[in-house]
Nanobody, 126 residues
Framework: QLQLVESGGGLVQPGGSLRLSCAAS????????IGWFRQAPGKEREGVSC????????NYADSVKGRFTISRDNAKNTVYLQMNSLKPEDTAVYYC???????????????????WGQGTQVMVSS
């Protein structure tokens, strides 16, 4: 059974950093594109970043470009989201999601993905 588990969330001051991890089990993760999403209270879930099955292609939301970096280690079945220069508006529950992919790209749309983790809370506050 395909399973995704996020970790690494927490409370951090503005300007700080966190690294989120998305650990995959029950499937061969290097056949899957992986995306990171977030949802703040009262807001819709939005795409933050994604990475293709090989790691050769990545996408970022404009709001996080230059601050967040996505990467993957297929040997460990894990995808990471390094978040630097965090802002209060980055506060949200962060989710990772997976989609079986034949291609070399990925998308930031919620509907692109078929499997989701339970999320990890990130709070940026002084």
């Amino acid at each position: 059974q395909l399973q995704l588990v996020e970790s690494g969330g927490g409370l951090v001051q503005p300007g700080g950093s966190l690294r989120l991890s998305c650990a995959a089990s029950g499937f061969i993760s290097d056949y899957y594109a992986i995306g990171w999403f977030r949802q703040a209270p009262g807001k819709e879930r939005e795409g933050v970043s994604c990475i293709s099955r090989s790691g050769g292609s990545t996408n970022y939301a404009d709001s996080v470009k230059g601050r967040f970096t996505i990467s993957r280690d297929n040997a460990k079945n894990t995808v990471y989201l390094q978040m630097n220069s965090l802002k209060p508006e980055d506060t949200a529950v962060y989710y990772c999601a997976a989609r079986f992919s034949y291609g070399s790209s990925c998308g930031l749309g919620v509907g692109f993905y078929s499997s989701w983790g339970q999320g990890t809370q990130v709070m940026v506050s002084s």
